[in-house]
């Protein structure tokens, strides 16, 4: 018999989880705030809660995907949790994963965090290489092993319970810059007549070059020494600082996402890191490492 899942959330994720944990035969309890959305998983095998606490009472394993921290929070307010292994996979920050286990620890539940690295298209889809981070007890972790697998791939990052999220928010942050750096260059030849469809698998192909640059950051940071392997210095690329403003400036571009990152390069230039490549320029972002 598979385990049982008590599922508190049927938004876009929860309702996504909720299909992929039916489709495997999975039993499924789930509330939803709206009853609305819960009703639909119904009709597809599920078992709707009156409220949160019901749902919680029906089963040991309770998956928790609702939009942030605070939701949380309100929604398990009036549950009882002792004995309960709760799993949540709402995203939020390292601090409140670490909160939420202490909390659900003095409750009498164990705790795991999540970070989920997908989309709801991407759950129920091992081709699609979607996966969860999960931090925390590392007992509830390997007794849910099986059932947490079953929605997409599992990657345990540690028994602070502050990782996962930690994890998450670290590759959604880095997701962000290169989004903004998309943009920007969307942006330096729109107008122009090249065709952004032209131009889209020069940027994706360029972008996948780059990306193994990470590697070097990474030996760079274990060894301490940012001179190691430089192919590109930051002195060389500040002297181009120039070329990419005025470019911006000569397509009338604001290069408010650029500007940032160009004047950390500055920074660390002016500071004698000519020598070094990127890398360097953590040591300006680290306020422990600054004060
Ligand atoms: P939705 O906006 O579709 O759903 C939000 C859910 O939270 C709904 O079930 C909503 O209930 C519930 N909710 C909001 N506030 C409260 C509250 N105060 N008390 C109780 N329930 C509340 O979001 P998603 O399902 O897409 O996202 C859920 C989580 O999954 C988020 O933390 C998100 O960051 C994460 N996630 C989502 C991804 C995505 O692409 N969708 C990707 C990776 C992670 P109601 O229906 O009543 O409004």
């Known amino acids: 018999p598979r385990t049982p899942v008590t599922l508190l959330g049927a938004g876009a994720m929860g309702s996504a989880l909720a299909r992929?944990?039916?489709?495997a035969g999975h039993p499924v309890t789930v509330w939803n705030r709206t009853?609305?959305?819960a009703e639909a998983l119904a009709a597809e095998g599920a078992a709707v809660a009156p409220s949160a606490a019901a749902a919680v009472a029906a089963n040991r394993l309770v998956v928790v995907c609702l939009l942030d921290d605070a939701s949380v929070g309100e929604a398990l307010d009036a549950a009882d949790l002792a004995?309960?292994?709760?799993?949540?996979?709402?995203?939020g920050t390292p601090g409140e994963g670490r909160a939420r286990a202490s909390w659900a620890g003095a409750r009498g539940a164990r705790f795991v965090d999540g970070g989920i690295m997908a989309v709801p298209p991407m759950i129920g889809a091992p081709e699609s290489?979607?996966?969860?981070?999960?931090?925390?007890?590392?007992?509830?972790?390997?007794?849910?092993?099986?059932?947490?697998a079953v929605p997409a791939g599992t990657?345990?990052?540690?028994?602070?319970?502050?990782?996962?999220?930690?994890?998450d928010v670290a590759l959604l942050s880095a997701m962000n810059g290169m989004f903004a750096g998309v943009l920007h260059a969307f942006a330096l030849v729109r107008g122009e007549d090249i065709a952004p469809k032209d131009f889209a698998p020069l940027l994706a192909g360029w972008l996948t070059a780059m990306a193994p640059a990470v590697h070097q950051t990474a030996e760079q940071l274990q060894s301490g020494d940012y001179t190691k392997g430089v192919v590109s210095s930051l002195a060389m690329q500040a002297a181009g600082i120039p070329t990419f403003l005025r470019t911006a400036e000569e397509q009338r571009v604001s290069p408010e996402l650029l500007t940032p990152y160009l004047e950390l390069m500055r920074e660390r230039v002016a500071r004698g890191h000519?020598?070094?490549?990127?890398?360097?320029?953590?040591?300006?972002?680290?306020?422990?490492?600054?004060s």
């Open 20 to 23: 992929a944990w039916l489709a």
């Open 35 to 37: 009853p609305a959305r």
């Open 83 to 91: 004995g309960r292994d709760l799993v949540n996979l709402t995203t």
């Open 129 to 148: 290489g979607g996966y969860v981070f999960y931090s925390g007890s590392h007992e509830l972790f390997e007794e849910h092993r099986d059932t947490l």
């Open 155 to 167: 990657r345990w990052v540690g028994s602070d319970p502050g990782f996962a999220a930690l994890h």
């Open 274 to 290: 000519g020598d070094e490549d990127g890398t360097g320029m953590i040591e300006l972002l680290d306020l422990r490492a600054r």
